[in-house]
DNA sequence: AAATGTGCCAACCGCACAAGG
DNA sequence: ACCTTGTGCGGTTGGCACATT
């Protein structure tokens, strides 16, 4: 038996709303609310339309401050980047766009920046992929047709996006786009060129690493335990002067604290082999001191690795193993134009003043121990020299959303070369400071900040994009110098 | 000029979830 | 524990406007 209708259909007027009726909608709402019942608000107000409908025409259409259509590129980056890392939870990405709604970012995404951004290559492409055995050198090519066939249409548009940014001929990926380094920068590139070359090999090739990967690594965490006393030391410092001076770290460590042979192995690790610790070591970490241990917090984390790898949301898991025949995608045409995008000049955030790269002088830190919600990290692709971080809702308690992490959301922006990266962030009165860092493939190590680890000048800082479930409230700028 | 195709967007539909009885 | 109800969300559709053939 279906579920009763909420409204008696055949007396509810369908279709577009005239002016009276809007007016009568708004003239009500705005004198009396909408009493928490919209079911029976079209009966107050005389309204032969269904309560869903009333609401949907208030919530999209009469509401003030609603925006419509003249999207900036700055929202199209926001809303790219957001269904890259989410998928289409149009609600959230709504919630970072003030004055739009879940409908019209959800339309604008089907009709104009799908087809912007993915171009319109990916039908033959896809028509290609459907033949499997063509190529004599795709001999794995059907089992993974297979598995591309039983992706859904949002995971394979996300990946396509995914598979673009790591395209060597976009802009992530090829220095002959990426602005001019200043002097400074260029010294610290010619002076760590043989560490770039040495972490190098210590890295995942063009390969992202799988939610159960990112377990695994956060099942290593607690080499991070090594840290410890120089996180203190930073803390005191942060609390103190908010100053951290130079760091006798060289930066030399492998990737995450990783050896070779631990990253060979979590490569070649099943899943299996790597959730089951995960718990464990997880307790260590300080982010769950700071929420006093509480097992709930353990579970969400728990949750969070179990969703990643659920259907909704494992186009991450999907591209380490489309991955493996990246030359699929390869010729895609970048979809995103944002060469013309790149600014001349470095762009100083407001609100701070930022001392000069070979300064010597204190340097404020975020003071970062104390993040009452979670944090991540998108790149704004449109513009280089800047890149966001999210705070966690605190609305979404309850959801099986961490109360705290960080994130980040694709390493391709970030490849190769060096910056000087000073985190703004308003609600703070103070910045962090990360000078230099290599930033070679690049994605933030979660498990680095969300324990509330301190970026410690000087060191290589490894970045994690692959399990990404953020849901993101608020907007703070993070600029890269 | 008519037919057809395409883009766009408001609105609808059905499902999932939470709250309350 | 189960059922009912209201709400929120994402997928889909219908229809209008404009472009192309």
């Not at 220095?175 to 760590?192: A, D, G, I, R, Y």
């Not at 709930?296 to 898991?317: G, P």
């Given at each position: 038996m279906g579920r009763a209708p909420c409204c008696d259909k055949a007396n509810v007027k369908k279709g577009p709303w005239s002016p009276e009726e809007d007016a009568k909608l708004k003239a009500y709402i705005?004198?009396?609310?909408?009493?928490?019942?919209?079911?029976?608000?079209?009966?107050?107000?005389?309204?032969k339309r269904c309560?869903?409908?009333?609401?949907?025409?208030?919530?999209?259409?009469?509401?003030?401050?609603?925006?419509?259509?003249?999207?900036?590129?700055?929202?199209?980056?926001?809303?790219?980047s957001l269904y890259i890392s989410i998928g289409s939870?149009?609600?959230?990405?709504?919630?970072?766009?003030?004055?739009?709604?879940?409908?019209?970012?959800?339309?604008?995404?089907?009709?104009?920046?799908?087809?912007?951004?993915?171009?319109?290559?990916?039908?033959?492409?896809?028509?290609r992929l459907s033949v499997p055995g063509q190529d004599p050198k795709d001999v794995n090519l059907g089992e993974e047709n297979k598995y591309l066939q039983n992706l859904s249409s949002s995971a394979l548009e996300r990946l396509q996006l995914h598979?673009?940014?790591?395209?060597?001929?976009?802009?992530?990926?090829?220095?002959?786009?990426?602005?001019?380094?200043?002097?400074?920068?260029?010294?610290?590139?010619?002076?760590?060129?043989?560490?770039?070359?040495?972490?190098?090999?210590?890295?995942?090739?063009?390969?992202p690493i799988s939610p159960q990967q990112a377990a695994g690594e956060c099942s290593t965490i607690s080499n991070l335990k090594a840290d410890e006393h120089q996180n203190s030391e930073n803390e005191r410092n942060i609390q103190g002067s908010n100053f951290v001076g130079q760091s006798?770290?060289?930066?030399?460590?492998?990737?995450?604290?990783?050896?070779?042979?631990?990253?060979?192995?979590?490569?070649?690790?099943?899943?299996?082999?790597?959730?089951?610790?995960?718990?464990?070591?997880?307790?260590e970490f300080d982010c769950f001191k700071e929420m006093n241990g509480s097992?709930?917090?353990?579970?969400?984390?728990?949750?969070?690795?179990?969703?990643?790898?659920?259907?909704?949301?494992?186009?991450?898991?999907?591209?380490?193993?489309?991955?493996?025949?990246?030359e699929m995608y390869q010729d895609y045409g970048l979809g995103y134009s944002m060469q013309t995008?790149?600014?001349?000049?470095?762009?100083?955030?407001?609100?701070?003043?930022?001392?000069?790269?070979?300064?010597t002088a204190p340097k404020q830190v975020m003071k970062a121990t104390k993040l009452e919600y979670g944090w991540f990290i998108y790149p704004n692709r449109c513009n280089p020299s800047t890149i966001r971080i999210y705070q966690w809702p605190s609305g979404f308690a309850g959801r099986n959303v961490p109360k705290f992490t960080v994130q980040i959301i694709n390493e391709a922006w970030y490849v190769g070369g060096v910056f000087d990266v000073q985190i703004s962030c308003p609600s703070f009165a103070s910045t962090t400071l990360i000078n230099p860092t290599i930033f070679r493939r690049i994605s933030i190590d979660t498990c680095l900040l969300k324990n509330g680890r301190k970026i410690i000048p000087g060191e290589v800082i490894t970045f994690d994009y692959s399990n990404i479930l953020p849901y993101p409230l608020s907007v703070l700028d993070m600029k890269c110098f």
């Open positions: 705005d004198e009396y609310g909408t009493g928490g019942n919209w079911i029976a608000l079209p009966q107050k107000i005389g309204l309560g869903k409908s009333c609401r949907l025409r208030w919530l999209n259409y009469l509401r003030p401050n609603i925006k419509h259509g003249g999207f900036s590129e700055e929202e199209d980056n926001i809303i790219c939870r149009w609600s959230v990405i709504a919630a970072q766009l003030p004055g739009r709604t879940d409908n019209d970012i959800k339309n604008y995404w089907n009709t104009r920046l799908k087809k912007k951004l993915l171009g319109r290559r990916k039908n033959s492409r896809m028509n598979m673009q940014l790591q395209n060597p001929l976009s802009f992530y990926n090829n220095p002959t786009f990426w602005p001019k380094l200043n002097p400074f920068q260029e010294k610290m590139v010619q002076s760590h060129q043989f560490l770039n070359e040495s972490n190098q090999n210590n890295l995942i090739q063009g390969t006798n770290y060289t930066g030399i460590e492998p990737v995450s604290g990783f050896t070779q042979a631990e990253l060979d192995d979590l490569l070649n690790s099943e899943a299996s082999d790597v959730l089951p610790t995960q718990s464990h070591n997880i307790a097992m709930d917090n353990l579970e969400w984390w728990s949750n969070d690795f179990v969703d990643a790898n659920s259907a909704s949301s494992n186009s991450w898991d999907s591209a380490t193993r489309v991955n493996q025949s990246e995008e790149v600014p001349t000049k470095m762009e100083n955030p407001g609100g701070f003043q930022n001392p000069p790269s070979n300064s």
